[in-house]
């Protein structure tokens, strides 16, 4: 199955991409996660991508949009794959039906995260990463039993510097502005479906599975 998953920062699309593409078999290709490894590895791409990240802003379209080109020509990602973060702007959604035009296939289904801002606010205020694994905590929501240590690895977990509130508010700004018309992008081919995204996390996974059902 190839599956975008869309939706405000903090929405918990990082968080559902891990059960979704476990439950789907598929790769979770996260386009925040790649660049985050790229600016802590201090790559071209990494310092490049930096200033915009820390700024709230988006990465040029050229940039991201030729490094997925190259992620989904991996044979992990021939099959199928769940996409956390991209697209994000209109022509971003246009570069990705054209790739997989050109290989003969398609999206199968959009997921779009609903939730409030006060609710991404909370999220995001509170939210932790493992820089081990990767995995996404909340110190309320979700919180480790040792505070500031990944129960999975043992991994130190920090904040993101682009989670601070004057940022968190210019994200929100950008996501209404160049993210929020992919709902129009994809509603027009038939392949939106929206899901409540409140309520325990398991619950939200739950509501994404069973759309998953009942359009494949
Ligand atoms: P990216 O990493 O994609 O950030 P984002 O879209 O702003 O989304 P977040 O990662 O902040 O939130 P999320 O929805 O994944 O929520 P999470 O699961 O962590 O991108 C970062 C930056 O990279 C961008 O700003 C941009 O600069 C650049 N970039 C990336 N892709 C790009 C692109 N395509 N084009 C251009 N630039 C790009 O959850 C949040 C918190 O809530 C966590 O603490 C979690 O534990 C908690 N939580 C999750 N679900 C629940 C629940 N149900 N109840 C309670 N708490 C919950
Ligand atoms: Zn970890």
Redesign the pocket.
């Known amino acids: 199955m190839r599956l975008v998953?869309v939706?405000?920062?903090?929405?918990?699309?990082?968080?559902?991409?891990e059960y979704i593409a476990a439950h789907l078999s598929v790769p979770k290709i996260?386009?925040?996660?790649i660049?985050?490894a790229n600016v802590t590895q201090a790559t071209p791409l990494g310092l490049e991508?930096k200033r915009?990240?820390d700024?709230?802003?988006?990465?040029?379209?050229e940039?991201?949009i030729n490094m997925?080109r190259e992620r989904l020509t991996e044979p992990d990602a021939t099959d199928g794959f769940l996409l956390?973060?991209?697209?994000?702007?209109v022509p971003?959604a246009e570069a990705l039906d054209k790739m997989l035009g050109d290989s003969g296939v398609s999206l199968d289904l959009v997921l779009e995260?609903i939730v409030d801002n006060d609710?991404?606010i909370?999220?995001?205020s509170?939210?932790?990463?493992c820089r081990g694994c990767t995995k996404?905590?909340?110190?309320?929501?979700?919180a480790p039993s040792r505070e500031g240590v990944c129960d999975r690895c043992g991994g130190v977990l920090y904040q993101?510097d682009?989670?601070k509130p004057e940022t968190v508010a210019e994200?929100l700004r950008?996501?209404a502005r160049d993210t929020s018309p992919l709902v129009e992008h994809y509603g027009g081919q038939g392949k939106l479906v929206g899901i409540d995204?409140?309520?325990?996390?398991e619950?939200?996974t739950e509501r994404a599975i069973d759309a998953l059902r009942s359009y494949s």
Request: proline residues 7%; without cysteine.
């Open positions: 998953l939706g405000p920062p903090g929405a918990g699309k990082g968080t559902q991409a996260s386009t925040g996660d660049f985050r991508a915009y990240m700024a709230g802003g988006l990465v040029p379209d940039v991201t997925v956390d973060g991209f697209p994000r702007t971003q995260l609710e991404v909370r999220r995001l509170g939210r932790r990463n996404i905590w909340h110190v309320e929501f979700d993101r682009d989670d994200r950008v996501y995204a409140t309520g325990p996390v619950d939200v």
